[in-house]
T-cell receptor, first 111, second 114 residues
Framework: SQQGEEDPQALSIQEGENATMNCSYK?????LQWYRQNSGRGLVHLIL?????REKHSGRLRVTLDTSKKSSSLLITASRAADTASYFC???????????FGAGTTVTVRA | DAMVIQNPRYQVTQFGKPVTLSCSQT?????MYWYQQKSSQAPKLLFH???????NEADTPDNFQSRRPNTSFCFLDIRSPGLGDAAMYLC?????????????FGPGTRLTVT
C-alpha cells in the first residue's frame, strides 16, 4: 500500500529558482529514497537517506529527514529546465524488501 | 553501459488477448521487480523475483503472471487484459533484496487495451 504522500502535487517555478517538495509517511522506516521520473520514462534513483541521518546532499539536491515528524523534504537548488519531472519518495521498513512509493510531485521548470 | 531494458516500449492489445512484456538487465542483479503505474499514481508492486524465488503481492490479480528463465530476463504475462489493465509497466532490479538497496528501473512499457 502507498506509504508516502508528497506535497505539493504540482509545482511550477522559474529556471534558477529553488524547488522544495515534502514527503510524509505513516510507519517507522529504515530509509527513505527519492526518485525522479521524466515524462513517460522509468524512475531514476536520486538519493537515499537512512533513518539515523538528518540531512544529505548530492550535487544540487538536498534531502532532510525528520523521523519524529515522519517527514522528508527534497530541495533542488538553481533549477534547470531539465529538472522538469515527477519526483517520488519511497520508504523502506526495517524488514522490508520492497519500497512503498508516494504519488509524486510534478515539477515544471519554466525557461 | 549496464542497464535495464524493456520491450516493447509501447504495446497495444485487444481486450482479452494475452500479452507478454519483457525485461532484460545487464547489471547481473539478483532481484527483479514488476510494477504497474497508472497515470499520476504511485508505482504499485505486482511481484518480484529474488533469484529464482517468485514472490507475489497479496493484491496482485491472478490475471498477472511472471516468468524468470534466467538471471537476465523476466517476463510479465497478462492472460486476459481488461481495460483497467491499461497502464505503464515498469521493470526494476536491485543487487540484493533488502531495505538499503536502490532500485534500477527500465524505461517502461506503456500498455493500451482496446
Amino acid at each position: 500500500s502507498q506509504q508516502g504522500e508528497e506535497d505539493p502535487q504540482a509545482l511550477s517555478i522559474q529556471e534558477g529558482e529553488n524547488a522544495t517538495m515534502n514527503c510524509s509517511y505513516k510507519t517507522s522506516i529504515n530509509n527513505l529514497q527519492w526518485y525522479r521520473q521524466n515524462s513517460g520514462r522509468g524512475l531514476v534513483h536520486l538519493i537515499l537517506i537512512r533513518s539515523n541521518e538528518r540531512e544529505k546532499h548530492s550535487g544540487r539536491l538536498r534531502v532532510t529527514l525528520d523521523t519524529s515528524k515522519k517527514s522528508s523534504s527534497l530541495l533542488i537548488t538553481a533549477s534547470r529546465a531539465a529538472d522538469t519531472a515527477s519526483y517520488f519518495c519511497a520508504t523502506a521498513g526495517s524488514n522490508d524488501y520492497k519500497l512503498s512509493f508516494g504519488a509524486g510531485t510534478t515539477v515544471t521548470v519554466r525557461a | 553501459d549496464a542497464m535495464v531494458i524493456q520491450n516493447p516500449r509501447y504495446q497495444v492489445t485487444q481486450f482479452g488477448k494475452p500479452v507478454t512484456l519483457s525485461c532484460s538487465q545487464t547489471l547481473n542483479h539478483n532481484v527483479m521487480y514488476w510494477y504497474q503505474q497508472k497515470s499520476s499514481q504511485a508505482p504499485k508492486l505486482l511481484f518480484h523475483y529474488y533469484d529464482k524465488d517468485f514472490n507475489n503481492e497479496a493484491d496482485t490479480p491472478d490475471n498477472f503472471q511472471s516468468r524468470r528463465p534466467n538471471t537476465s530476463f523476466c517476463f510479465l504475462d497478462i492472460r486476459s487484459p481488461g481495460l483497467g489493465d491499461a497502464a505503464m509497466y515498469l521493470c526494476a532490479t536491485s543487487r540484493v533484496r533488502g531495505a538499503f538497496n536502490e532500485q534500477y528501473f527500465g524505461p517502461g512499457t506503456r500498455l493500451t487495451v482496446t
